[in-house]
């Protein structure tokens, strides 16, 4: 009987435990979302405590810097940087701000060392110029000067960004975000209430001669699209979701103004647009020059501050002269260059279901490889873009449950349809390869990712293929047939003409028809003019009109000699929907273009590095990874020599096939691995060249996809605790303990 109990009572033990474990896997797995900041890890918040007493003091206000911080204290771990400089630099703040360039190396120093992706989910500056100052860059618009000579923009830009970037290229590698103090203890108030986003609605005030901008105003479904001066009371509906202002702004006035019927213009105090007591708790974003400059401002006489005082979510603008439209006032330039980008960006991220600071991080991101380096107006753009308010809304701070995301919010799932030139000159040969070989290539690149990641998940995205010449022909339907597709791809000759036009309208018809909840793109690829069926004008009307109506974005890529193709056309195309143009001049360029595409398309580009190396094992970049991102997704294009990929998580251990919900595909081209519920922290990419070789590489990684419950881990779990009971009982069964004879 004693044997019998023991065996049964170590079954249900073994029982007991292995659903413990799977209760604390399913509550790690189901924790956040990949459309939020995660709020299960705090932020990591940065101010000088002297600093905010200082500026609030000036307004009667001792001591409330105690009040602000017990406020904060909710949202994350405070790090007052007097503390740190006195106890780890031995310096005081008075003495440091005698060189305010010390100051941010410093502070940017500090953070550098203290912040820790495993544990914070962003930075949060706590407070103004004055308290924490915001870091400073050359301005590149510098050399811009006027017909007299003069320059006309500003000698250095002010941004947070440089307290994100920890790989030293400038773009932020962690969301940051800044509560503004406004010299008052209201402004910040205001913002720590961390009041909740409506659900619903939208309004657009845009500068009248600039009708292209309309464009933003439809993209967010805005039931108000109105030109200044407006043609109704200009006071704004206090509870939209969305508010997008594309109108003059002034370093020196606390007004927004507008080119309109008044030749001196039309003046919007802070009071026109926002009544004082209203309360705007949506996303605003304005394009005003100086919209985000908030430099001993109050919330009295700036437009941004007021907003933030009474309530708003976000507020995001520029802390300089902002470039909305460059150049030209068109729809084109709205949707595709400067600040108009960069709004329909975030605009486009929040629909996604991405809380506000996640959607300017990642828009922030995307915009930055939409450029070259001699961009200078979109460099400008980038960095003078800054996040004013609270990470977390108010139902999601620390400590509470983070809002679901939208069904279709970062599936990894897509829609491509490539659209291939194939006019006699893709047979000419450039750089030793024939033009359409590469393009086969490349094509064929993005159906091996497709294929291989469809065979990491439970779903698959679907790729198709049009090519044109003289008229289009669909030549591989939209699907997962991915070898069909392979064949397509390698059974395509060049023929003669090139027709544009039909080539999208081909591949229109098969994406207007898929679910518009997946990411839906087609990537154009031309060598030439075009010279058969619609104008230059009819193409944008037609076809791409209603592409951008759906959604479809369109991503060109010019191929071959510059002067051989129509690049204004092609810019264009990608420009009115939302795409980027690409300009590749050799095959190897080609297939990363194409590869970066796919990564674009199914999740957010978290590290792209490119070089060369002969190394058995080189670092060749660090990348992020928050706790609820579903899967991360490694490739590995590379010429010269045979390379691998290795990935490294945050405590060192490489990604090999028996790492845990790991995928690798070596062979591929591109090769690629998959790694299922990645730990969260900094990660780090490495390229080996087999033999010694020198190796081009091109190594690309993104996220995609939440956490999903692990339903995989409770099967098996609860199996072997099945087992453990049925072997248990059946020892019982079977086993006797030994009998021992009475003693004579």
């Known amino acids: 009987m004693l044997r019998r109990a023991v065996c049964i009572l ?29 709020v299960k890890k705090p932020a990591f918040i940065v101010t000088s405590r002297s600093g905010l007493a200082k500026v609030l003091k000036r307004f009667l206000r001792k001591g409330k810097e105690a009040e602000v911080l017990r406020l904060a204290d909710r949202y994350g771990d405070i790090y007052d940087i007097d503390q ?61 000067r006027d017909k007299s000579g003069n320059p006309i923009d500003d000698d250095t830009m002010y941004t947070d960004d440089v307290y994100g970037d920890f790989d030293g290229d400038t773009i932020p590698d962690v969301p940051v975000a800044r509560l503004p103090d406004g010299k008052s203890f209201a402004t910040m108030e205001g913002q720590l209430r961390g009041t909740k986003t409506p659900p619903t609605g939208a309004m657009e005030l845009y500068n009248e001669p600039w009708t292209g901008a309309k464009a933003i105003g439809l993209q967010i479904n805005a ?19 969305y508010y997008y202002f594309i109108i003059h702004g002034s370093k020196d006035k606390g007004v927004w103004s507008g080119d309109g019927k008044n030749p001196l213009g039309w003046h919007v105090p802070v009071d026109g647009l926002l009544a004082k007591d209203a309360v705007a708790r949506g996303i605003v974003i304005s394009s005003a020059c100086y919209g985000g400059y908030m430099i001993n401002e109050t919330s009295a006489h700036d437009i941004g501050l007021h907003f933030l005082e009474s309530g708003a979510r976000a507020y995001i603008s520029a802390t300089g002269i902002n470039y909305a439209f460059f150049p030209a006032w068109d729809a084109q330039a709205c949707l595709g260059t400067t600040s108009g980008r960069m709004a329909s960006l975030i605009f486009g991220n929040c629909e996604l279901g991405q809380d506000p600071l996640l959607a300017y991080f990642n828009a922030k991101r995307e915009f930055a490889r939409g450029f070259t380096d001699g961009d200078s107006y979109n460099h400008k753009i980038l960095h003078e873009t800054n996040y004013f308010g609270l990470p977390f809304t108010a139902d999601s701070s620390p400590g509470t449950p ?136 009819e193409i944008l009307s037609g076809p791409v009109f209603t592409a951008t109506a759906a959604g479809i974005k369109i991503y060109t890529v010019g191929f071959g000699d510059p002067g051989d ?67 991360l997704h490694g490739t590995l294009n590379s010429e010269g020599g045979k390379a691998h990929v290795v990935l490294k998580d945050p405590d060192g251990r490489a990604i090999d096939s028996d790492y845990p919900g790991a995928i690798l595909f070596k062979d591929s081209k591109p090769a690629s691995v998959v790694v299922k519920n990645p730990q969260p922290g900094v990660w780090k990419a490495y390229v080996e060249s087999a033999g010694g070789s020198k190796v081009t590489y091109d190594v690309i990684v993104s996220a995609r996809g939440t956490r999903e419950p692990v339903n995989t881990y409770r099967t098996l779990l609860a199996l072997v605790a099945l087992g453990a009971t049925v072997l248990a009982l059946g020892f019982v069964a079977v086993f006797r303990w030994p009998i021992r004879s009475p003693r004579s």
């Open 565 to 631: 193709f129509d690049e204004d056309l092609l810019r264009q195309i990608a420009n009115r929907t939302g795409g980027v143009y690409y300009y590749a001049d050799q095959a190897f360029k080609l297939e990363n273009i194409y590869i970066a595409l796919q990564h674009k398309a199914g999740g957010a580009i978290l590290g792209d590095y490119t070089g060369t190396t002969q190394a058995a094992a080189q670092q060749v970049g660090a990348f992020s990874v928050d706790a609820v991102t579903g899967e």
């Open 402 to 537: 983070a809002p679901q995301p939208s069904p279709s919010a970062n599936t990894g799932e897509s829609d491509t349809e490539l659209v291939m030139d194939v006019s006699g000159s893709m047979g000419d040969e450039m750089s030793g390869v024939v033009k359409l070989d590469a393009a086969k290539s490349a094509a064929d690149g993005i159906v091996t990712m497709i294929r291989d990641q469809s065979l990491t998940q439970r779903r698959s995205s679907a790729i198709g293929l049009v090519s044109f010449s003289n008229e289009a022909q669909v030549v591989q339907p939209l699907g997962a047939d991915y070898a069909a597709a392979s064949e397509a791809i390698a059974d395509m000759t060049p023929q003669s003409g090139t027709n544009v036009g039909d080539g999208l309208e081909k591949a229109l018809g098969s994406l207007y028809g898929s679910a518009n909840t997946r990411s839906r793109m087609m990537i154009l690829l031309s060598d030439g003019q075009s010279n058969t069926g619609m104008s230059a004008d």
């Open 223 to 241: 039931g108000r699209i109105d030109s200044v001066p407006p043609t109704e009371n200009a006071k704004l509906d206090a509870n939209l979701k």
């Open 84 to 144: 740190v400089l006195s106890s780890e630099y031995a310096v005081t703040r008075s003495a440091i701000l005698a060189d305010p360039k010390k100051y941010i190396a410093t502070v940017d120093e500090i953070i550098k060392k203290k912040f820790s992706t495993s544990k914070y989910s962003c930075i949060l500056f706590l407070g103004g110029q004055d308290v924490i100052p915001m870091a400073e860059l050359p301005n590149p618009m510098v050399p811009l």
């Open 10 to 38: 170590l079954g249900l033990v073994i029982s007991v435990t292995v659903a413990s474990v799977v209760g604390s896997l399913d509550a790690v797995a189901t924790s956040g979302s990949a459309s939020a900041i995660d």
